[in-house]
Every structure is written in structure tokens, then in C-alpha cells.
């Protein structure tokens, strides 16, 4: 009997601890299939993350592509003030060479990109002309004098055309233009007569010398007041 009970006793535990690795068996089990089953949605929803990324674009290409607008509008606006700057090159140049003149640098300058001949330093080369502005004051004599030292002579109005930087000088310079004291007619300085296309000549008391004023105007004066003059030389 006692033989019989000791070896039940043997079954049930030999039973007992089976049951045991069976539980624990059966846990791991669960334990890798949740384990594996966490992976796929993981995978799946990186997928989603990508494809959503794919098809939204961040906010570094939306920027970039700002950016790159930006820039082109940017070039258009350049080229587009470029053409402007351009096509005003000769008013440009106009007044640069007065203001030159005016200050009296140490540079001509030459417009039109065409060849004006040989101009003495620091004059002034317009088409077929050299001129400079001189800023000491002095009578119609002197400052013709002063011009033939320079091998050159007071301002003439040839053509508008030709000379047409001229009608934006201001102030009063003397010119080669002056009354014949035999029949009171106006000549230039070279002996030509005087041609009311050539410019317009506004007749002051007193005055049988002409200064030049701007855009194309002539004012008679009193030949000994001192005013600023304009030298000149054909080149052609």
C-alpha cells in the first residue's frame, strides 16, 4: 500500500512539473507571436509615413522652390532695367560730359563709340568736335585769346543735330558770335555770317557780343563783362 501511494505520488509530480513547461512553453510562444506581429504594423506604418512624405512635399522643397522663383523674377527685372540703362545711354553720357566739363576733370569723354579725332587733354570730344568749359571769368577779347592759345576758338553753332549735348549746358558762356560794327549785322567769330537756324539770338541793350545760354540760345552782351567761355576745335 505504501508502495502503491509512493508511486502515485511520483505521478503527480512527474504530472505537475509537465504542466509547468507546458504553461511556460505555451507563454513564449505567445510572447514571439505578439513579437512578430508587432513588426509588420511597424513596417506598415513606416510605409505609410513614406509614402505620405512622398506625397506631400516638406517645407525645404516648397521653400526651394520659392527660392528658385524668386531668383528668376529677379533676372527678368535686371535684364528689363538693363534694356532702359541702355537705351538712355545718350542722355546718360550727356550729362555726364557737362558735369565733367563743369568740374573740370582730368578725363574727355568720347560719345557715340565712334572716333572724334585728336582732342587736346581733358576736352571734352563730341562727333566732330573738341570743346572745353572754362570756369575763370574773363572779357569777349580775353577769352578769345585765350581759346587761340589753346589752338582753338570760341564756341560755333555748326547744327543742332551735331551739337545737341549743347542745349542741356546752363549759365552764360561767351561764344564766337558777334555784331559787324560797320552794318551792325551778327557774324561769328570766323567771318561767317549768321543763320537765326543756327540758334536763337535774344537781343539785349548794349550788347554786341553773345553769350550762350541753353538750348540753343544766345543772349547779347556787353563785350567787357567778365563771363566763363567755351573753347572749340573742328576736326573736321
Known amino acids: 500500500m505504501k508502495s502503491h501511494n509512493y508511486m502515485m505520488g511520483l505521478v503527480r509530480d512527474r504530472w505537475a512539473h509537465h504542466n509547468i513547461e507546458m504553461s511556460e512553453s505555451h507563454n513564449y ?138 542745349k542741356l549746358v546752363k549759365s552764360y558762356h561767351w561764344m564766337g558770335l558777334i555784331q559787324n560794327p560797320a552794318n551792325g549785322s551778327w557774324q561769328w567769330e570766323d567771318g561767317s555770317i549768321f543763320s537765326p537756324s543756327q540758334l536763337t539770338l535774344v537781343e539785349m541793350e548794349n550788347g554786341a557780343c553773345v553769350v550762350y545760354g541753353s538750348s540753343f540760345k544766345g543772349y547779347t552782351e556787353n563785350c567787357s563783362t567778365p563771363n566763363t567761355y567755351i573753347c572749340m576745335q573742328r576736326i573736321v
Open 29 to 166: 510562444k505567445l510572447k514571439l507571436g505578439n513579437r512578430s506581429t508587432s513588426v509588420p504594423g511597424q513596417k506598415k506604418r513606416s510605409t505609410l509615413v513614406t509614402n505620405t512624405s512622398g506625397g506631400n512635399p516638406s517645407p525645404f522643397v516648397v521653400a526651394r522652390a520659392i527660392a528658385l522663383a524668386m531668383g528668376i523674377r529677379f533676372i527678368v527685372m535686371a535684364m528689363i532695367c538693363s534694356a532702359i540703362i541702355i537705351n538712355s545711354t545718350q542722355n546718360l553720357l550727356t550729362i555726364m560730359i557737362i558735369l565733367i566739363a563743369l568740374f573740370n576733370q582730368a578725363a574727355p569723354v568720347f560719345l557715340n563709340e565712334t572716333y572724334c579725332g585728336p582732342c587736346p587733354q581733358n576736352w571734352i570730344c563730341h562727333r566732330n568736335n573738341c570743346y572745353q568749359f572754362f570756369s575763370e571769368r574773363k572779357d569777349w577779347l580775353q577769352s578769345q585769346a585765350s581759346c587761340m592759345s589753346h589752338n582753338s576758338s570760341l564756341l560755333k553753332i555748326y547744327s543742332k543735330e551735331e551739337q545737341d549735348f549743347l
